[in-house]
């Protein structure tokens, strides 16, 4: 039975309250894979104490062990979700899961075919190719995510490194890293602002000041209401959520070998890869 089914089994036997937190539960579907509890607890003007008593008069241990559902009812309906900044949620297994692990190995991989499919489904051949031009047409590339969004960036730049392309990370979680680079932003630049949950708002703020100084933004993200989707140039977009992990590696990988693939048949960068005054930092 999922979530939605359980609700409405026990929303007759509910308190008032509980009907509060159900009801927000139902409304807010796509994001509540990523609230914290006291988020939630925020949002509704109910204690803490209240929440985990509807957690539990739906039959679930945990605040956590709802989440896990959510995440499950999301990928077998394929839905889109909606992220909020610095959110994340536990990747425990309930116990009840766990009776046939064979099976449930089984469900997370149709899940990860699933997103993969749709990725397929949703494929923008002609987009892509205009994406890989800007790659070709600005001197100055500049990469920049954090935790998982800084590996994708990572294997980005060796893809472009392959083509004869040069680029330069910046993990906006390291201040260093940050500063050090952001004078080198301006009309000849391309921004890649890489943002897969849990968003990290350093990420958006240099996408949001590149923006000022005349950068092209490209956005490499989860969904188009993300934060470095609203202020980017152009976007792309893959969704990575299953209900094990915050994200699968598998489709953002696979957006990232299609975008280089492009790159490689638009033709390789053979002049100006670096700019006199951005030189320096490929040094």
Not at 105 to 121: D, G, P, Q
Not at 151 to 156: D, K, R, V
Not at 192 to 220: C, H, N, W
Request: hydrophobic share 40%; net charge negative; aromatic share 10%.
């Amino acid at each position: 039975m999922d979530i939605i089914m359980r609700i409405e089994e026990h929303y007759p036997s509910m308190t008032k309250k509980q009907k509060q937190i159900a009801d927000y539960i139902k409304e807010n579907i796509d994001t509540m894979a990523f609230i914290t509890l006291r988020e939630m607890s925020k949002e509704l003007g109910v204690t803490e104490i209240t929440i985990l008593n509807t957690c539990k008069a739906l039959e679930y241990n945990s605040f956590n062990e709802m989440k896990y559902e959510v995440r499950k009812y999301i990928n077998i309906n394929q839905r889109i979700d909606v992220y909020q900044k610095n959110e994340y949620f536990s990747s425990s297994v309930p116990k009840y899961e766990l009776d046939d692990k064979e099976q449930l190995i089984k469900e997370i991989c149709m899940e990860e075919k699933s997103l993969m499919e749709e990725y397929v489904r949703n494929f923008d051949g002609h987009q892509l190719i205009e994406t890989a031009r800007l790659f070709l047409r600005y001197p100055k590339i500049i990469l920049c995510g954090r935790g998982m969004s800084h590996i994708l960036c990572q294997w980005l730049a060796s893809h472009l490194a392959g083509t004869q392309i040069a680029s330069v990370i910046m993990n906006t979680e390291l201040n260093e890293s940050v500063y050090s680079i952001l004078p080198a932003l301006d009309s000849n630049t391309l921004l890649v602002a890489v943002s897969f949950p849990d968003y990290y708002f350093m990420t958006e703020q240099v996408a949001r000041y590149a923006k000022r100084k005349g950068a092209f933004v490209l956005g490499i993200s989860d969904c188009k209401s993300s934060g470095v989707a609203k202020c980017s140039d152009t976007v792309l977009t893959v969704r990575s959520t299953t209900r094990m992990f915050m994200n699968t590696a598998s489709t953002p990988m696979a957006l990232i070998n299609m975008l280089a693939s492009a790159i490689k048949i638009e033709g390789d960068k053979d002049e100006g890869i670096v700019g006199e005054e951005f030189g320096g930092l490929f040094n």
